[in-house]
């Protein structure tokens, strides 16, 4: 073999799988930013998310496996020439063969390891190793939010009063502690895959073992990564009690995550809902200074945020808080409390879009759709503060169909047709902002929250790709290892629950086991 030219070879091919990554990238941006709405539109991104990325992604680990091998055969190559069969009696290799080795580390070893590392690092491949605790930061929460929201706690207190026709009602976020009432294991369990997972298994948790207005869930979920380091996530659902009711702002309810306790965060208050958070993780066994990961959506995102801008909690005698992914939730006052955490806040703010329809086979109909989430606008954007570089805010546009949101539309009408009314639907603050809502047959709506923005667009768009190669590998994807998945729920209220078991409003189903008494308390112990 002539290993020079072997190794010209083995570069060829590593140049040419980096340029068709990069091709590739710059195509899926392109596909993704066609202002283009519709079945056939949503039909194009689907191929494009489960055919041309898969395949690209298979070509691009093809030629990198090639050039891979033809790098080693041609340092086997310089190891078998400088050995030369010189060996002495079996006492292992001769001086000419360690020096032949150190020269083949020279001529090809290096590369190797760089080309190799390049190749994992770009497929999601490798073992990679969990960041680890970083240094202190000062100043995590902006006090101007923290102001605003007393004042809005206290204005709410007065409009309440009338409201709900109490002259002693008073806005109270929830800080007394709630009671442990059960640990269970979910069945049929795996390692979330993609982004789209992480939103449907917040939900899963949201209503496991009859969770609801009196009670509360956590789920918590323990791998092993290819390296063998141990990483946990937590998944905090979102605020469970109906506006309208008033123990959603007294304090009253068995759930805390209430709308008050919304408030409460936003002043800097350590409330419930963050409080049984930790009695969660120390009821699933996560032992302090674990790799973790949380995830939230709405409030359990902002208090997710709340809860890695504390010190105690994120860094030296806490957590490592590597990552917190939000959807919808206002988190822009908090900055992490260690300079290693990235928080990901993924929010639907792109929402005026353009749309054409045919009405009745007719005049055609044009105009603007608006389908803005406003929770994750609810922090003001940190009012004027500058954002942490650690935090990065995701605007997406919500992949709904223009029915879900406020329609601006403005009608034009074929020759010889009779003119159309234009119609204004009332805006559908759940399409915008809820997780996801299932259909009566149990499939997931594709029209509804953020589950079906994150099926069209993580494989497309670059900055849901940047998450997910934050995260592959360590916290789900390839090389991720299931060891627990555990549900724990917190009461604060006689109980007064649905049936164990039993499907809500969204077609939620309880897919989790409790354990017997015994199990109970040796988790619990």
Same mark, same amino acid.
């Given at each position: ?29 392109? /596909? &993704? $930013?066609? !202002?283009?709405?519709? =079945?056939? @539109? ?7 998310? %489960?055919?041309? +990325? ?36 079996? /006492? &292992? $290799?001769? !001086?000419?063969?360690? =020096?032949? @080795? ?7 070893? %290096?590369?190797? +390891? ?36 007393? /004042? ?58 009859? /969770? ?314």
């Amino acid at each position: 073999m002539d290993t020079a030219q072997v190794r010209g070879a083995a570069h060829a091919l590593d140049e040419l799988a980096g340029r068709l990554n990069t091709e590739a990238g710059h195509v899926k941006e392109e /596909a &993704g $930013a066609v !202002p283009w709405e519709g =079945a056939d @539109a949503e039909a194009f991104r689907a191929r494009m998310a %489960g055919v041309f +990325a898969p395949q690209v992604h298979a070509v691009i680990s093809q030629l990198f496996s090639l050039a891979h091998t033809l790098e080693s055969n041609a340092l086997e190559q310089d190891l078998a020439s400088s050995q030369g069969g010189a060996q002495v009696g079996g /006492a &292992g $290799a001769s !001086p000419l063969a360690l =020096a032949g @080795a150190a020269q083949a580390h020279m001529l090809g070893l %290096g590369i190797l +390891a760089a080309q190799g590392a390049r190749a994992r690092d770009l497929l999601g491949l490798t073992s990679r190793r969990v960041r680890g605790i970083g240094t202190e930061n000062t100043h995590t929460f902006n006090p101007t939010v923290g102001l605003t929201a007393l /004042a809005a706690m206290k204005y709410l207190s007065s409009t309440g009063k009338t409201w709900f026709l109490n002259p002693h009602f008073e806005v109270t976020p929830t800080t007394r502690p709630s009671t442990l009432v059960g640990i269970s294991a979910y069945r049929d369990s795996h390692p979330p895959r993609e982004l789209a997972d992480l939103l449907e298994f917040t939900e899963e948790a949201r209503h496991a073992r009859g /969770a609801g207005e009196n009670r509360e869930n956590y789920r918590v979920q323990h791998f092993r990564t290819a390296a063998g380091e141990e990483t946990y996530v937590l998944y905090m659902p979102p605020t469970q009690i109906a506006m309208e009711k008033e123990k959603a702002w007294d304090g009253t309810a068995g759930n805390s995550r209430d709308w008050a306790s919304n408030i409460g965060i936003m002043t800097g208050m350590e409330v419930t809902t963050m409080k049984n958070a930790r009695a969660a993780l120390e009821a699933a066994g996560v032992p302090k200074g674990a790799n973790l990961m949380l995830v939230g959506h709405s409030q359990g995102g902002l208090a997710a945020a709340s809860l890695a801008s504390r010190s105690d909690f994120n860094g030296q005698g806490g957590y490592n808080v590597t990552n917190v992914v939000t959807y919808g939730s206002p988190v822009d006052a908090f900055t992490p409390a260690q300079s290693n955490t990235k928080v990901f806040a993924i929010a639907h703010k792109q929402g005026l879009r353009t749309y054409a329809e045919n009405i009745l086979g007719g005049p055609s109909r044009s105009g603007i759709s608006f389908t803005v989430d406003p929770v994750p606008l609810l922090d003001l954007g940190g009012l004027g503060r500058p954002h942490s570089p650690q935090v990065t805010n995701i605007d997406l546009t919500p992949a709904t169909d223009h029915d879900a949101g406020l329609n601006t539309g403005v009608s034009f009408f074929q020759p010889g047709q009779a003119p159309v009314d234009v119609k204004l639907p009332g805006y559908d603050l759940g399409a915008a902002h809820d997780s996801l809502r299932r259909l009566p047959d149990g499939s997931i709506d594709p029209h509804y929250g953020y589950y079906p923005t994150l099926l069209a667009q993580q494989e497309l768009n670059p900055d849901l790709l940047e998450v997910k190669g934050d995260i592959d590998g360590l916290y789900m994807g390839e090389g991720v290892t299931l060891i627990d998945d555990t549900n724990v729920q917190f009461v604060r209220a006689p109980d007064n629950t649905s049936a164990d078991g039993a499907t809500h409003d969204d077609g939620g189903t309880d897919r989790s086991t409790p354990p017997s008494p015994e199990e109970f308390l040796d988790r619990w112990r």
